[in-house]
């Protein structure tokens, strides 16, 4: 089995930045490219932010291009979501998701572990 644990969310207000982390824990080895997602209330789960297992190919979604960088570290089993120029609309709960895949997807059915969620809120 495999855990992902988010961390890093809170109230944060326009103009500002905060910075996730996802922890993965078990059999690690089975994964490889990850990803961050968020859904807000009454909207569908948004692709945000893909990294290959190397880290050296990296997805971003229209929305937060410019603004988020998405990184791994040397060990490869945690991944950093900084976000800057926070904006109320960046407010939902945010996902950390791990694939199978060696590439890079953005389709949410790609990944195959899930964490619970982090909650981000950026007030105007």
């Known amino acids: 089995q495999v855990q992902l644990d988010e961390s890093g969310g809170g109230l944060v207000q326009a103009g500002g930045s905060l910075r996730l982390s996802c922890a993965a824990s078990?059999?690690?080895?089975?994964?490889?490219?990850m990803g961050w997602f968020r859904q807000a209330p009454g909207k569908e789960r948004e692709f945000v932010s893909g990294i290959s297992w190397s880290g050296g190919v990296t997805v971003y979604g229209d929305s937060v291009k410019g603004r988020f960088t998405i990184s791994r570290s040397n060990a490869k089993t945690t991944v950093y979501l900084l976000m800057n120029s926070l904006k109320p609309e960046d407010t939902a709960v945010y996902y950390c998701a791990g694939s199978k895949n060696t590439a890079v997807m953005t389709a949410a059915y790609n990944y195959d572990y899930w964490g619970q969620g982090t909650q981000v809120t950026v007030s105007s």
């Open positions: 078990g059999r690690t080895f089975s994964i490889y490219a």
